[in-house]
Nanobody, 118 residues
């Protein structure tokens, strides 16, 4: 069973930064893709950012709402991928989940709360 363990959430003022981490129990190069989702109260889950898997590809995509502010990255040596969040806004407040694998088989982290105060 693959495990994904998230860390890095918390409370931050608007304009601040946080970095989320997602540590995998296997080599992340085995995943086809990795991503970060979020769910805000009363809203549907949203894909925030994703990055391709494999050994050497790092093609990233972002939701329009976070482009230019968030950056997804990976560290194969640490089997960990990240979400750097800058210029945070109150509307970024949500539970953030990491996800990794392939469309037919993927795994989720436990979720971490990010709260941005105005």
């Amino acid at each position: 069973q693959v495990q994904l363990v998230e860390s890095g959430g918390g409370l931050v003022q608007a304009g601040g930064s946080l970095r989320l981490s997602c540590a995998a129990s296997i080599m992340i190069s085995a995943f086809d893709a990795m991503g970060w989702y979020r769910r805000a109260p009363g809203k549907q889950r949203e894909l925030v950012a994703s990055i391709t898997g494999g050994d050497n590809t790092n093609y990233a995509t972002y939701a329009n709402s976070v482009k230019g502010r968030f950056t997804i990255s990976r560290d194969n040596a640490k089997n960990t991928f990240y979400l750097q969040m800058n210029s945070l806004k109150p509307e970024d407040t949500a539970v953030y989940y990491c996800n990794a694998g392939r469309p037919t088989l993927n795994w989720w982290g436990q979720g971490t709360q990010v709260t941005v105060s105005s």
